[in-house]
């Protein structure tokens, strides 16, 4: 029986050897359930809408849980600067457990962190704490196109950036920048980017979602 104690972690997937593609080097991708937004191209989600094969959606571990699976690749993380890179769904909802984690891990590991940033402020103070390198996925900057995308308004996403930016630096942080078919153009793309390096952004990740598109 868990210690109610012991901040918990909703486990929707975990994967393994992922290269350079979430933070440096080799890094173990462990996903939250659970997400405020619903992206109409989300790419997991099973992180909020559960999954479809009759299994539950998540598993609860505990930061020494969580270590005990990951560690497997401690050689690899070790070699190449990598670490554990926290998404989902959305992890900072849970920067208790991001703490505690921390705690338990050896000290050459490195914490990354996917996040939305649509999260109450003192998730942002708390994460400032114990991950080393954040991955916003701002959607885009207009508020128009980012409640049609998301169903939510982007006020308090650019309000936790601005936090984010005073608290770790911009060489902490990569912004991703998508180009979304069917909800902004590339213009809404460059006045994104404008405003994002209006508000000191330098790490930029401006790329196109890719769609399927049914045949017909």
Known sequence: MTDRTVPTFPL????????????????????????????????????????????????????????????????YYLATGGGVTFGGGEPLLHTDFLTAFRAVIPKEWHIYAETCLHIPEEGVRAAAEVVDHFFVDIKDMNPTVYKAYTGRNNTSVK??????????????????????????????????????????????????????????
């Open 159 to 216: 309000e936790n950036l601005a936090l984010l930016l005073s608290l770790v630096g911009a060489e902490r942080i990569t912004v991703r920048v998508p180009r979304i078919p069917d909800f902004n153009t590339a213009a809404d793309v460059e006045a994104s980017v404008d405003e994002l390096k209006g508000m000191g952004v330098t790490i930029l990740d401006v790329f196109s979602y890719k769609i399927p598109r049914p045949r017909g």
């Open 12 to 75: 929707a997937f975990w994967d393994r050897l992922r290269m350079a593609t979430d933070g440096a080097g080799v890094t173990a991708l462990v996903g939250a359930f659970g997400c405020p937004l619903q992206c109409k191209f989300c790419i997991n989600p099973q992180t909020w809408k559960g999954r479809t094969d009759g299994k539950p959606p998540f598993i609860r571990v505990t930061p020494e849980e969580l270590y005990d699976r990951v560690k497997i690749d401690n050689l």
